[in-house]
Structures are given as C-alpha cells and as structure tokens.
C-alpha cells in the first residue's frame, strides 16, 4: 500500500536522524531553527484519512516521542549544569517539524559558519532581560563590561540568528536605555535651540483691530505689517507712492535739451515717467473705471495694452457687458451667442455694433493714408478715442490728455478682424508700423529722468514695457500684480527679481509683486496711491 511505503520511508529517515543528531556539535544544542533544510526530509507525508489511533504506527510513533523527549531532558540538565546557556528544545519538535511545510515563522540558518558557544555573561544577560527584577544593578554593569570585553561585535548578529531565543542573546545596550534622561536631554537640545536676536526695527506681526471701529484707511495701513500677500501689498502702496512723489518733483533743468519727449509732439518729460501695463481682461472687467480715473486725471504718462485692452472699451461705449459664472457651460453659450471671459458675458451682437461703428473710421484712415499718412498701433488708437467721443472711455482721455496707448499685437483680437474684413474689401488695405511704435516706446524710456512701471497681468505687455526700460538699464520703482509663478519659466509668471538680472529693473529698487488678482488689488492700491494724491492736490 502507499500508506505502508511513505510511512517505511518517513520511518528510515527518523532513524538517520536520531544518529546524526547524537553526532551534531555544540551549537545544535542553542539552534533548533530550520533543522528540516540540513536533512533532506519529505516535505509533506500523507496521511490516510481512515487511519484509527491506536494502530501499530502511531503507537511506534509515541514510543519513539516519549524516548526522545527523555533523552533531551536529561541533556539539558547536564548542559545548565556546565553553565552553558540555551535550553535543548525537546526533540519532538525536531521530528514533527519534518513532516510540515516551510515554516514562515522560521529564520534561515546559517549552516558553516563556525560559533564559539555562548559565554557565561550571556545567560546572565538573557536572565536579566527575561528576569528584571531579580537582576541587580552590579548584575547589569559586570553584563555590559564582559560583552564589551569578551563578545565579537560580528557574532551578535549570528547569536541572534540561531539563538532559540533571538532577542536574548548578544544584545548590547546602550547608555541611554539605561539613563533616559540622556535621551531626553538630547530631544531637549533639538527642540530648543536658541534664536539669534533680531534688529530692534523688525517689524512685528500685527493686523487690524476692529475694536478700534471701522477705518479704512487704517486697515489698508495694516496690511503691511499684516503678512503674507497683504504685506507685498502694502509694500506696493509705498512703492507707488514713491514713483509718484519723484514725478511730482521738479525736472532737471538741462540747456539746449528739448523738455517734451519726441513723441507725442508737446508732452512734457516729468521727473519720473510712469509706465503703466494692463491686459485685456481687465478692460473687460470693472478695473476699467479704475484704469480711466488715471488717465483721465493724466496721473500717468504711458500705457501698453493688447488689442483687447483698446477694443473692450471702446465696445463698453456701445453696448454692456453682463455677470455670469465661471462655470456656465461653453456649449449652451454658444448656441445662445454668448462670449464667456471669466465670469463675464458680452452678447455677441456687441461685436456686430462695433463693426458697425469701427468700419466708417477704418474706411477714414485709408482715405488719409492714401494722402501720405503713416499709421502705427499708437496713432490708430488715438484715431479711435477722438472718435469714440465718450467720457467712460480710457482711449478718449488718452487721446485728451496726449497720452499714448502702445499696443504691439493690435491685430490680435476683434480689432484684428476688422482690419482683416476691411483689407479684403479694400486691397491692400491699412498699412500700420510697428517698428514706429518700438522706436517711440524705447525712446521715451532713454530719454525718462526716472522711470515707474506699474503692470497688471503679464504677456506681451508686460515684456514690452520692461524690455523698453532695458534700454535705460532698468526702471528705478517696479510693482507688478499677477497670479502667474515663475515655475514654467514664462516671462509672465517671473519674479522682479528676474527682471533684474536682465537689467530690465535697476539691482538697487524696491521692486514688488503682488501675487492676485489685479481686479483685488488695484482698487486699494489706487485708493492708497493715486486718487489719495488727487484728492490732496
């Protein structure tokens, strides 16, 4: 039967392994782990399921266990009586070990590597941590001297292994689990570590207190020392009126140097030229009104816009732009005829009436062309805010108060589709000079005592004025407004700090730039600034 032959082979091999058990070394007698990898035993023997208990097998099987378990006991004693440490397991779990599958539980053991047998501070050691009441303290200290005095640091690791206890044998400890107020004084250190005293004049940290009742100029006051946003926000503010107090000073008087700048005919040079960038968006948004206030007062002396910056106020003249939702879905929009910025709404129609108004002009200008007019982005624009003639515009108080509005990519937006129907239909159409532009813009920031620029948003706009002050080795007062980072490496999103090391803002300013929305900012920043020196004046 198979049962009979599995059973006669599991029978031999329990006879080898009681002789070569009686022949192993000393170490066999403190390792008990693994034994299955050293004697090629069968994994797994069947069993025959109908098997009864009391048949000659297991009854040979219990005899072999009980003689066995005898022998171990007595080896054990003998052992414990010659002072060496590790109990011989009894070797029943050696035998029944071999008939179960590899035991996850089990740690591999090293089977040629030679271990001198444990030292007597060991089993001292191991009593200490199985026993730590009955241990004395002179117990402890003669079981850290002989560790460090007689045991390998290499044979830890192997006691470790192959002990039957692991966790008792070979370990060392250190000072500190013995004196836990080393340990503590050591966190102690790493928490608290001394702070170098700072310079009586560093600001502190301090907002509004509303129990003083509502001031709002004290609030915007206390954005500087605030934090955070709010605090490049009131550096911005002292930073803007810094540009506007070197404008309001007296020029240098220069002999035989023309007072006006080349372009526009008749504007006087101030002490400080103040630039000032917006993107199209804005126009679109209620910062318009904020933007028209300033050039309407002629509180500044250039402005650089996109198409959409000059094409949304002029259209604001003409029809409305509505509140909507950030999330109104594009499609539905669509289908209605309705163009989503953000979470505004023109009416497509408000396009239609622009075509309207803007293709009469355009048919103007070609006429003047034709009798030796040159155009460029700056003179078309102004074209525009003469004939728009409506007070709410930011191009009719630019082109009042002879202020120009630089607008390098004016054919990039509606504007540009105007031009693009009107040169079909009239070929060749309006030609318009740029370069004109470019040598206008660069020449007024050469020909600028000082100069402050003041963008919001980023883009073209932006570049175009800083590139402009490049040609005067930077601006002296720089304050931009924008949501961009400078991670993508975008001229947009870049830091003053950038600007700097391109020689477009001086090394020795104060720039700032506020991380926000411009439509946030701009209002307290103008209320703290500009309207506040209008109102003075």
Same mark, same amino acid.
Request: glycine content about 6%.
């Given at each position: 039967?198979?049962?009979?032959?599995?059973?006669?082979?599991?029978?031999?091999?329990?006879?080898?392994?009681?002789?070569?058990?009686?022949?192993?070394?000393?170490?066999?007698?403190?390792?008990?782990?693994?034994?299955?990898?050293?004697?090629?035993?069968?994994?797994?023997?069947?069993?025959?399921?109908?098997?009864?208990?009391?048949?000659?097998?297991?009854?040979?099987?219990?005899?072999?266990?009980?003689?066995?378990?005898?022998?171990?006991?007595?080896?054990?004693?003998?052992?414990?009586?010659?002072?060496?440490?590790?109990? #011989?397991?009894?070797?029943?779990?050696?035998?029944?070990?071999?008939?179960?599958?590899?035991?996850?539980?089990?740690?591999?053991?090293?089977?040629?590597?030679?271990?001198?047998?444990?030292?007597?501070?060991?089993?001292?050691?191991?009593?200490?941590?199985?026993?730590?009441?009955?241990?004395?303290?002179?117990?402890?200290?003669?079981?850290?001297?002989?560790?460090?005095? #007689?045991?390998?640091?290499?044979?830890?690791?192997?006691?470790?292994?192959?002990?039957?206890?692991?966790?008792?044998?070979?370990?060392?400890?250190?000072?500190?689990?013995?004196?836990?107020?080393?340990?503590?004084?050591?966190?102690?250190?790493?928490?608290?570590?001394?702070?170098?005293?700072?310079?009586?004049?560093?600001?502190?940290?301090?907002?509004?207190?509303?129990?003083?009742?509502?001031?709002?100029?004290?609030?915007?006051?206390?954005?500087?020392?605030?934090?955070?946003?709010?605090?490049?926000?009131?550096?911005?503010?002292?930073?803007?009126?810094?540009?506007?107090?070197?404008?309001?000073?007296?020029?240098?008087?220069?002999?035989?140097?023309?007072?006006?700048?080349?372009?526009?005919?008749?504007?006087?040079?101030?002490?400080?030229?103040?630039?000032?960038?917006?993107?199209?968006?804005?126009?679109?948004?209620?910062?318009?009104?904020?933007?028209?206030?300033?050039?309407?007062?002629?509180?500044?002396?250039?402005?650089?816009?996109?198409?959409?910056?000059?094409?949304?106020?002029?259209?604001?003249?003409?029809?409305?732009?509505?509140?909507?939702?950030?999330?109104?879905?594009?499609?539905?929009?669509?289908?209605?005829?309705?163009?989503?910025?953000?979470?505004?709404?023109?009416?497509?129609?408000?396009?239609?009436?622009?075509?309207?108004?803007?293709?009469?002009?355009?048919?103007?200008?070609?006429?003047?062309?034709?009798?030796?007019?040159?155009?460029?982005? /700056?003179?078309?624009?102004?074209?525009?805010?003469?004939?728009?003639?409506?007070?709410?515009?930011?191009?009719?108080?630019?082109?009042?108060?002879?202020?120009?509005?630089?607008?390098?990519?004016?054919?990039?937006?509606?504007?540009?589709?105007?031009?693009?129907?009107?040169?079909?239909?009239?070929?060749?159409?309006?030609?318009?000079?740029?370069?004109?532009?470019?040598?206008?813009?660069?020449?007024?920031?050469?020909?600028?005592?000082?100069?402050?620029?003041?963008?919001?948003?980023?883009?073209?706009?932006?570049?175009?004025?800083?590139?402009?002050?490049?040609?005067?080795?930077?601006?002296?007062?720089?304050?931009?407004?924008?949501?961009?980072?400078?991670?993508?490496? /975008?001229?947009?999103?870049?830091?003053?700090?950038?600007?700097?090391?391109?020689?477009?803002?001086?090394?020795?300013?104060?720039?700032?730039?506020?991380?926000?929305?411009?439509?946030?900012?701009?209002?307290?920043?103008?209320?703290?600034?500009?309207?506040?020196?209008?109102?003075?004046?």
């Amino acid at each position: 039967m198979a049962t009979s032959d599995h059973f006669a082979l599991c029978k031999d091999k329990q006879q080898r392994f009681v002789n070569n058990n009686s022949q192993t070394d000393d170490r066999n007698q403190y390792c008990n782990l693994n034994l299955n990898q050293s004697y090629k035993l069968p994994i797994l023997i069947p069993v025959q399921s109908g098997s009864k208990s009391y048949n000659d097998k297991n009854c040979d099987i219990a005899a072999y266990e009980k003689s066995v378990e005898a022998a171990a006991a007595g080896k054990n004693k003998e052992n414990l009586k010659n002072g060496v440490f590790g109990l #011989q397991t009894n070797e029943k779990q050696f035998f029944t070990s071999t008939f179960i599958l590899q035991n996850p539980f089990e740690f591999p053991r090293q089977q040629n590597d030679k271990v001198p047998p444990p030292q007597v501070s060991e089993f001292k050691a191991s009593q200490f941590l199985l026993n730590p009441n009955e241990a004395s303290n002179d117990q402890q200290i003669i079981h850290i001297a002989q560790q460090q005095q #007689q045991q390998p640091p290499q044979n830890s690791a192997i006691l470790q292994q192959q002990s039957p206890h692991p966790s008792t044998v070979g370990i060392q400890q250190s000072p500190h689990h013995l004196n836990p107020s080393m340990d503590l004084s050591s966190a102690h250190e790493a928490v608290l570590v001394r702070s170098e005293k700072l310079d009586e004049d560093t600001p502190k940290v301090r907002g509004y207190d509303f129990n003083e009742g509502i001031n709002y100029e004290k609030l915007l006051d206390s954005y500087l020392t605030t934090g955070f946003q709010a605090t490049n926000v009131g550096l911005a503010i002292e930073e803007i009126n810094k540009m506007i107090a070197a404008r309001n000073e007296e020029p240098p008087i220069e002999e035989d140097v023309d007072p006006c700048f080349s372009y526009p005919e008749g504007r006087k040079r101030p002490a400080c030229t103040i630039f000032l960038g917006f993107t199209s968006n804005l126009v679109s948004s209620g910062l318009r009104e904020t933007i028209r206030f300033l050039v309407q007062h002629n509180l500044i002396d250039c402005i650089v816009t996109s198409a959409g910056g000059v094409e949304e106020d002029l259209i604001k003249c003409l029809s409305h732009t509505y509140l909507g939702d950030f999330s109104l879905p594009g499609k539905i929009l669509r289908q209605k005829g309705l163009n989503r910025i953000g979470n505004l709404l023109v009416p497509n129609d408000n396009y239609c009436h622009f075509e309207e108004w803007l293709m009469p002009v355009l048919d103007k200008c070609l006429a003047e062309q034709e009798n030796g007019i040159q155009w460029t982005p /700056s003179k078309i624009i102004t074209r525009l805010g003469k004939e728009i003639n409506n007070e709410d515009s930011i191009c009719y108080w630019a082109y009042k108060n002879n202020i120009p509005i630089y607008c390098p990519a004016l054919t990039d937006g509606s504007l540009g589709d105007m031009l693009y129907f009107h040169s079909v239909k009239n070929s060749p159409g309006i030609k318009i000079d740029i370069v004109e532009d470019l040598r206008h813009i660069n020449t007024m920031a050469v020909k600028s005592y000082k100069s402050g620029v003041i963008i919001l948003g980023g883009g073209i706009v932006k570049h175009h004025i800083n590139n402009a002050n490049l040609m005067r080795n930077g601006s002296d007062y720089t304050v931009f407004v924008n949501t961009g980072q400078e991670f993508d490496g /975008s001229d947009s999103g870049a830091r003053p700090d950038e600007a700097v090391s391109w020689g477009k803002v001086r090394s020795e300013s104060k720039a700032v730039k506020v991380y926000a929305d411009a439509t946030l900012v701009f209002p307290l920043l103008v209320a703290k600034t500009f309207a506040k020196f209008k109102q003075s004046a």
